[in-house]
């Protein structure tokens, strides 16, 4: 059975943890970035879908490319990280069950182009939370972003893939917390919550 994570873990992870406005100069190599993908895709989706779509901007030429088309308070947050990772979603996820969910004849369940968008937005940004907190348990600090034009983007970056559509994007690497805003307010529990 497992046993609950010790304080400074989740501390890490959750309450100590910040999204960041501007990082520290020191790189993150493809081996993080693979060690960031071996742990998220590991969460669970629904009928195992991984519908998420991973374009990691590692080089400085493509995160100016990518900063064109954010917004001008996000554009310093994406040029200034070591790696920012577009986490987009494949509409077409349903073609992978055969193989990804050998248990049933899962790609059935999809005939429907609406339904198959709205269960792979769902499932695509659990992907895109269970990536921030892999980068987190790896050391890493995180930028989630909207903020910038998606169909830009997405002619941009996806033309070779005309199924995928960007959901958010994320800047990873070691934060600098001189660019931090004093925290946001975190409600307790009974502001948000009902148990029934």
């Not at 308070?73 to 920012?84: D, F, R, S, W």
Request: glycine content about 4%.
């Amino acid at each position: 059975m497992t046993q609950p994570l010790a304080d400074p873990a989740l501390d890490q992870l959750f309450r100590a943890a910040r999204s960041y406005n501007s990082w520290q100069d020191e790189d993150v190599d493809e081996q993080q970035i693979e060690a960031i993908w071996e742990l998220m895709k590991m969460g669970p989706t629904s009928a195992n879908q991984l519908p998420a779509r991973l374009v990691w901007c590692r080089s400085p030429a493509s995160r100016e490319r990518l900063a064109q088309h954010a917004s001008a308070t996000n554009k310093p947050k994406i040029i200034g990280a070591p790696v920012c990772v577009i986490v987009a979603m494949d509409l077409e996820f349903h073609e992978q069950l055969p193989w990804l969910f050998p248990y049933a004849d899962a790609k059935s369940w999809f005939p429907d182009p609406a339904a198959r968008e709205v269960s792979a937005m769902r499932n695509a940004t659990l992907q895109g939370a269970y990536l921030m907190l892999a980068a987190r348990a790896l050391g890493l600090d995180c930028a989630p972003m909207s903020g910038f034009d998606n169909a830009a983007l997405d002619a941009d970056f996806f033309a070779d893939q005309p199924s995928w559509r960007s959901n958010f994007i994320c800047s990873i690497g070691r934060g600098d917390p001189a660019g931090l805003f004093p925290p946001c307010p975190r409600p307790g529990f009974d502001t948000f919550n009902r148990v029934l």
